[in-house]
Structure formats: C-alpha cells, structure tokens
C-alpha cells in the first residue's frame, strides 16, 4: 500500500489531468445534452470501469506495450474513436425523437446497461489516462513492495476521482439541458449540439496524437 505523501501527490498529479477536457470529459457533455443526466452519471460509472480495466491491464503488461508501440496506441485509439462517431451520429439522427419525447412528456433514456457499457468502453479505449498510467503511475510505485497491490490502489484512487470530477461535469451539463428541454426545438438543437460534439471529439481523436 503506497504512504499518505505519495497518494496525495498521485491525487494532485490525478486531478490535473482529469480536469485537462478529454475523451472521457467531452463524451460525458455530449451524453449529458443529449440524452440527460440519467445516461450521463451512467455513462460516468462506465467510464470509471474502463479505467480500473486500464488498470488490471497495465499491471500485466499492456500499458508499457501500448505507449511503447505506434500501432498498439494507434489501434486502440482508432477502436475510440470509431465507437464516438457512431454514438454521435446516433444523436443526430435521434434528435427530433428526443424533442418529440420531451414535448409528450416521456422520458427518453436507453437501457442502464446500454448506458454504462458505452462510457466502459470510451473509457477503457481513452489513450489519454493509458498513457498516462504507463507513463506516470510507475514513478509512485515502491519496486521494493508488492508492485500489484500498488497498482490497484493508485487506480482506485484515479478511478474515484474520475467518479466525482466526471459526475459533476455530467450534472452542470444535465441542469443547462433542462433548461433547453422547456422548448421542442431548442431541446432538438440541444440533442444534435451533444451529437456533433461526439462527432468531433472522436473525428478529433483520428487526426491527433503522436506520430512515431
């Protein structure tokens, strides 16, 4: 188990990159404009899954692999940003229905499972807390200690912080949704801006990234 000092400074360093709008950020308003805050804070807990998934990988071996190798990073970054223009385009096309949905008074949320496994899986495709893990994780693990029991609670640690950080993003950008919803056409509009915002941050992650 690693000491106080080094959890805080791995919370510190944690913070830091949560907060910088990635993948997991930007997906999160995106679900949260136009589909609620319900498949937002689900997506959220997905997310937070895909990265202690990161986690268990990394500690056999694949985060050194994937941030070592061009085609390992690109591949799963390809996977990433195929699933976001998909959901994006599925915005899209369902925004009318979403605006219908609201001026009815029903409510349009998918199955609890559809929601969680979609944020799972931009979660644990998510190049940027990959990388990182790979990159920065190792430098606050004792090599004289069990290295696996480090890994776990440095990742729970992340992982936790992602939960909140991410949930709070998804309930400010749920409560400016509300607002949009008190009109079927803003509540359209609303519903395809969260689809083009998936488009671009998954069109984003295709055409950026390191080159070697």
Known sequence: ????????????????????PGPSVLFTIGRALSAGRREALLTVVGNALGILTQI????????????????????LKVVGAGYLVWLGVQAIRNRRA?????????????????????GYVVGVTNPK?????????????????P??????????????????????????ASRARDWFASSPRRMARV???????????????LVTGRAD
Do not use: K, N, W
């Open 129 to 145: 807390t990959i990388v990182f893990f790979a990159a920065l994780l190792p430098q606050f693990v004792d090599p004289s200690a």
């Open 56 to 75: 268990c990988a990394l500690a056999v071996g694949l985060g050194p692999l994937v941030a070592a190798s061009a085609t390992a990073y690109t591949a």
């Open 1 to 20: 188990m690693p000491s106080a000092s080094t959890l805080a400074a791995f919370a510190v360093a944690s913070v830091v990159i949560i907060a910088i």
């Open 98 to 118: 979403l605006a219908a949905a609201f001026e009815a008074g029903v409510p349009l949320t998918a199955p609890t499972l559809h929601a969680v496994r979609a």
């Open 191 to 205: 519903g395809g801006a969260g689809g083009l915002m998936m488009l671009g941050l998954g069109t984003g992650l």
């Open 147 to 172: 290295v696996l029991g480090q890994l776990v609670a440095l990742g729970a640690v992340f992982a936790v912080l992602a939960l909140v950080m991410d949930g709070t993003v998804a309930l400010v």
